[in-house]
């Protein structure tokens, strides 16, 4: 043994000793705790398994495998070496018949021959210009939308019917009319102005029934009144009645005029007309002709103002739209309810024959021949004049002309002008047509007949003044009563000269009338402001019931009875128009006696109290009651 | 003067609203809040009440509707266009 010199020297014990010397594979080289950061415990882990792999020699070379592509790529750039050759050499001197893939290998014998490589292929990709992507958009307005809900119930439907049947006729009258494009232009700007005014005045018609309805609240207990209460106490006063007062009606225009004239509409028997004016001489002004319902007696239905006072008005019987009136100032007018204006619709002037003085009295008559309407008028100027509405103007015919003596003498020469007469008051009797009576200033009352002009029939003294009122009986056909300021009130059977009663109410009294239920019964205003109720059936002598019903110093200028409803109305000279209920005792109709019937009870009951003149026998007349309504309404 | 007026002018009346056919005030004397209010709740129950008497016979049609409470009353009138509410205090 050669001992190198730095060799360890050890004893013979030690150098026997076994050491054991293990291979493995480790690497003492490599690193035995590398740590790792890992990112899913965010800690540092060691790492168990080490590589232990120790590279000793590493060198890149060049070298190819010569059956690789590149090498066969080389190869075949350089040129074939004789090697390669050989194999080849083979197969040309085969023989031609051989398949294609020796052909094709005859042909690739100048080119390497090529395996197609299934298993490794490369797979070329060449990146082109992309176009840079633009993104463009648009927004357009959504197609209007809106939320349309009806509901399918069957009075919509019937009114689409109705919409389109109008407007087919509208269209069918279109057609017939000739229409001018300047017709068109203009209705459609009337259409364009009705939709657009919002106007609060459209609301007219909802406005007066909400304004009804209010007043019937107000007016509740009126109303219950108006139409329920019977005085019950009737039967504890004998045979007296009373009067209830119920609504009170004014117009605040009309100060300083006092009612001239009431009426009751025939048609629709809760609106009458109350003309005002002045009856006195020197305070005359102007005059107002207004229309009150009972449905609202806070204010006027119609209103129409008049430059001179109405003294007297009446309502056409059929048409109960046409108002005639009559003046202070001696003309006459026609109002039309229907068509809207302030004016008349016919007035007489001096050129058609207004009267010449105040007209007391003016009564619609039954249609002449060729159906226009007419009218008669009496005035102090002493005519009794017929009009005659004629298209669109007033004819006249004086009727009859009032005379003191009674008689017009015809054309004497030279002889004084018979004095003229001043018609105060004419009625027309409800069944004779051309027999009426006039009331004249001087007190008497003539009986004429409308187709003898120069002659009165009778001629009655009847009063000291002025006649006020006449009125015939709306049953008997032969009785009539008068009244008068002097303080009296007559009544009279024509035939007969001097009056059949006399009532002496020691007031000058303003007005009389007629009960329309009881042939019996009737009314008087007085200027005291008493009502004055007779019932000549019942008390012959006095009467049933007088009352006051306004303050003193108030002077009632006139009555009338409502055709149906159990009350009356009374005007005063302030203006105001009251209306009273009659009280049960006040309306008993004469009872009925099964053998006769009901219409000539009534005459025969009237005819009985005319005592004295009983020895004439009462022909069998028939007329008109009063209708089943009316009963009824009266009977409660 | 106005029926418009006029009925505002009488006793008890408490306010007067006029409302047009889509449910809208387009008069009315009472605060605005109260207004709204009515002319909402009254808009619907015309309709209803107005669809009711037509459905049963479209050839009629209302004429006014009155709610009477214990406090007030309440009358309204259809028209074509538009209805009208009165609130009256009919105790007065």
Redesign the interface.
Same mark, same amino acid.
């Given at each position: 043994l050669i001992k190198p010199a730095d060799q360890l020297e050890l004893t013979e014990a030690e150098l026997k000793e076994e050491i054991t010397r293990v291979l493995t594979a480790n690497n003492p080289h490599a690193p035995q705790n590398i740590v790792r950061w890992s990112f899913k415990e965010r800690t540092y882990k060691p790492i168990l398994v080490i590589d232990q792999l120790a590279v000793h020699f590493v060198m890149e070379g060049s070298l190819v495998h010569q059956d690789s592509d590149e090498g066969r790529r080389q190869m075949a750039k350089e040129g074939h070496n004789s090697v390669m050759n050989l194999p080849f050499v083979g197969f040309p001197q085969s023989s031609p018949i051989e398949d294609r893939p020796d052909s094709s290998a005859s042909k690739t014998d100048k080119k390497e021959l090529k395996i197609t490589n299934q298993f490794n292929f490369s797979e070329r990709a060449s990146q082109t210009l992309n176009n840079p992507l633009r993104d463009k958009s648009c927004h357009t307005e959504p197609p209007p939308r809106s939320n349309f809900s009806a509901?399918a119930?069957?009075?919509e +439907?019937?009114?689409a019917y109705v919409e389109e049947l109008q407007k087919q006729e509208k269209n069918k009258e279109k057609q017939k009319a000739i229409q001018t494009k300047e017709n068109d232009d203009k209705s459609k700007k009337i259409m364009l102005m009705e939709t657009q005014s919002?106007d609060?005045?459209?609301?007219?018609? &909802? &406005?007066? +029934? %909400?304004?009804r309805?209010?007043?019937q609240? %107000?007016f509740?207990d009126i109303i219950q009144d108006f139409k329920y209460f019977e005085d019950e106490s009737d039967e504890f006063r004998g045979q007296k009645g009373t009067l209830l007062p119920l609504w009170k009606f004014h117009y605040d225009k009309s100060r300083g005029l006092s009612v001239t004239a009431l009426c009751w509409n025939k048609k629709y028997q809760d609106l009458f007309a109350v003309g005002m004016g002045s009856y006195d001489f020197n305070k005359q002004g102007h005059g107002m002709l207004v229309f009150y319902t009972l449905k609202n007696p806070?204010?006027p239905e119609y209103i129409y103002l008049t430059t001179s006072g109405v003294l007297c008005l009446d309502i056409h019987d059929q048409h109960s739209y046409l108002v005639a009136v009559g003046f202070y100032d001696g003309c006459v007018a026609v109002y039309n309810l229907k068509q809207k204006g302030a004016e008349p619709v016919y007035k007489s002037t001096a050129k058609t024959g207004k009267h010449t003085d105040p007209v007391w009295q003016v009564h619609w008559q039954n249609d002449d021949m060729d159906n226009n309407h007419n009218f008669y008028s009496v005035s102090s100027d002493g005519r009794v004049v017929s009009w005659t509405l004629v298209k669109n103007e007033l004819v006249f015919t004086d009727i009859i002309r009032l005379t003191l003596n009674g008689v017009i003498s015809e054309g004497p020469e030279g002889a004084q002008q018979p004095y003229i007469a001043c018609g105060t008051a004419f009625d027309f009797h409800k069944q004779i047509d051309y027999l009426f009576l006039v009331g004249t200033e001087e007190g008497k009352i003539h009986k004429c007949s409308k187709t003898y002009s120069s002659q009165f029939l009778e001629t009655y003294d009847a009063h000291s003044m002025a006649v006020d009122t006449v009125k015939w009986n709306h049953y008997h056909p032969k009785v009539f009563i008068s009244c008068s300021s002097d303080w009296t009130v007559k009544i009279w059977d024509h035939t007969i000269n001097t009056p059949v009663f006399t009532f002496d109410l020691n007031v000058a009294v303003g007005d009389v009338s007629w009960a329309p239920y009881s042939s019996t019964v009737f009314a008087a205003v007085t200027t005291d402001g008493t009502v004055h109720v007779f019932d000549l059936s019942i008390n012959k002598y006095e009467a049933l019931c007088q009352q006051s019903v306004v303050a003193k110093k108030t002077k009632l200028t006139h009555l009338e009875f409502n055709p149906i409803h159990p009350i009356i109305i009374v005007g005063d000279d302030r203006g105001y128009i009251i209306s009273l209920k009659l009280s049960p005792n006040l309306r008993k109709e004469p009872k009925v006696r099964a053998v006769q019937s009901f219409q000539t009870r009534i005459s025969a009951d009237l005819q009985n109290y005319i005592l004295f003149r009983e020895d004439k026998v009462m022909p069998d007349i028939h007329y008109s009651g009063p209708t089943k309504h009316g009963r009824k309404q009266m009977a409660h | 003067m106005l029926t418009h007026s006029r009925i505002q002018g009488q006793k008890g009346v408490q306010g007067i609203i006029i409302v047009n056919s889509e449910g809208i005030p387009i008069k009315t004397t009472l605060d605005n809040s109260s207004t709204v209010q009515y002319a909402g709740l009254i808009h619907q129950l015309v309709m209803k009440a107005r669809s009711t008497v037509r459905d049963i016979d479209p050839q009629n049609d209302l004429t006014f509707m009155r709610v009477r409470s214990k406090k007030n009353e309440i009358m309204i009138a259809p028209d074509k266009d538009y209805f009208l509410i009165v609130i009256q205090n009919p105790s007065d």
């Open positions: 509901t119930t069957q009075w +439907i019937y009114d919002n609060v005045t459209k609301v007219g018609k &909802a &406005a007066k +029934i %909400l304004e309805m209010v007043n609240n %107000l509740d806070s204010f | -």
